[in-house]
């Protein structure tokens, strides 16, 4: 077991460079499975999810090879499971995107139900009505689903999500590639890496219309052919090096972002004190003084997002004044972080969807341990801000989805180490 050891109180300088968009990246690369020919994919973040994909592929029978600086070149033509390795499968959430991938080339697919951050309910009925619209008979048992062509064949259909789902949005637009027909996906999600998914298939030859929209139109065409593309900025960890420095002080450039799909968290930043300037592609983040206390809701795209909610909070735990912290995506999300929050001097009071933030001068370190990817990543920022020192445990969930974090904040100024115990 490794742990990360940060010595709080250093102020953050300098240039920190944004990886792929984790979420982009583990929806394109169980894409690739609808594509005969090689991908070439750009600005792969190298991420334990993305390792685990890579080996779910190359299990499948892909030819997969990995270079330095992100890229890695896929090549799904031989593929013929459609039973990816169930334990690989369970090792994260996004191993559901095989579902959508291996109906639409295949017209079957038997996959186990994903593991990943476990911090509320994550059903997926949607996902799952989805594929029936288009056609599909399911099967589902405790442990897997089992997806086969029903008995009018595979086709393009009109689906309205009963609710916003980023991941539906994504498996339905994939399921629907190779049917022939229209599918119309009404209620969509409008998140940056639904319209990098929509972007990387219609490089690959597919017809995706409205991407970014809640309205997004598939004309199915019959096969795609390989090609070269590049991921978007992780809009999600570029979130919380700001966050970083905000809670810590400094002064930073994030580089390789894009400053529009950052909007929403650089206005609640900008509310709570902190100075920040857009370029083309980065953004410079000035932190200099104490926080002021903010009124914050999560909300889909382009709302403020959910995966934002624990780092924001970590800012506003150091804040003056009374913070309110309201999460409208997944409820039980402040249980994986506030109680250990609490351990570093925070005063948080959580009523129904609701956090109560009252901001103390500052946190002191504490032995504290991470219970998803972003309340770890959380706990990090609270451990550069804090006095003292924080030891920070189960940081597997952080390297699930922050690319070389210590390297990269350690060039920031910071005081942090991975131990192995
Ligand atoms: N929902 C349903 N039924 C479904 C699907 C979703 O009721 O079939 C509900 C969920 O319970 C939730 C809401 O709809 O209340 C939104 O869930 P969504 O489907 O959008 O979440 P997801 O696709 O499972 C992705 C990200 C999450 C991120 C959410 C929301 C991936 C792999 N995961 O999850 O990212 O929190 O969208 O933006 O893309 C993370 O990166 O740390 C992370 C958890």
Redesign the pocket.
């Known amino acids: 077991m490794a742990r990360y050891k940060i010595v709080g109180g250093n102020r953050l300088s300098g240039e920190v460079t944004i990886s792929g968009a ?2 982009a990246a ?2 394109i690369l169980p894409a690739t499975i609808l594509v005969r020919g090689k991908c070439r994919i750009e600005n792969v973040p190298d991420i334990s ?1 993305v390792r685990i994909l890579l080996d779910i592929l190359k299990d499948l029978g892909a030819s997969v090879s990995r270079e330095e600086g992100g890229v890695v070149e896929i090549d799904c033509t031989n593929v013929t499971s459609t039973h990816p390795n169930p334990e690989l499968v369970r090792k994260m ?2 191993s ?1 995107y095989l579902m959508g991938s291996l109906l639409s080339r295949f017209g079957k697919a038997n996959v186990a139900l994903p593991g ?2 476990n ?11 989805g594929f029936m619209a288009l056609g599909a008979s399911v099967e589902e048992t405790e442990d897997y689903v089992n997806l086969t062509e029903g008995p009018m064949g595979l086709h393009g259909n009109r689906v309205s999500l ?9 498996n339905i637009i994939m399921a629907a590639c190779l049917l022939p027909g229209r599918t119309i996906i009404e209620n969509a ?1 409008k ?1 940056p ?1 639904i319209v990098d998914l929509a972007n990387f298939l219609n490089t690959m030859g597919a017809n995706i219309s409205g991407a970014g929209t809640d309205t997004v139109k598939i004309r199915g065409v019959e096969s795609l052919r390989g090609g070269t593309y590049a991921i978007i900025p992780d809009q ?1 960890e570029a979130g919380t090096y700001m966050a970083a420095v905000a809670a810590a002080g400094g002064n930073v450039l994030v580089r390789n972002v894009i400053p529009k799909h950052m909007d929403c968290i650089t206005s609640k930043l900008s509310e709570m004190g902190v100075q920040i300037f857009n370029y083309d592609d980065s953004i410079r983040v000035i932190s200099e003084g104490r926080l002021r206390c903010a009124t914050v809701k999560t909300r ?2 382009p709302g403020f ?3 934002m909610q624990a780092q924001i909070c970590v800012c506003m735990t150091i804040a003056s004044g009374l913070s309110k912290l309201t999460e409208s ?3 039980t999300r402040f249980f994986g972080y506030c109680s250990e929050l609490a351990n570093m001097g925070a005063d948080i009071s959580i009523s129904g969807k609701t956090a109560n933030v009252n901001g103390r001068k500052k946190l002191h370190g504490a032995m504290v341990c991470a219970r ?3 309340a770890g990543a959380a706990l990090v920022i609270a451990g550069l801000a804090a006095e003292g020192t924080t030891y920070v445990g189960n940081i597997g969930y952080v390297e699930r ?1 922050y690319e070389r974090i210590v390297e990269k904040l350690t060039a920031l100024g910071a005081d942090i180490q991975r131990i192995e115990d």
């Not at 911090?119 to 009505?129: E, G, L, M, N, Y």
């Open positions: 984790k979420n583990v929806a999810d959430r996004a559901y990943g951050c911090f509320a309910s994550r059903p997926i009925d949607q996902h799952i009505k009963d609710v916003v789902s980023v991941g539906a949005t994504m999600a998140e890496h999600i889909p795209y997002p959910t995966d995506v997944y409820e998803d990817l972003r989805g």
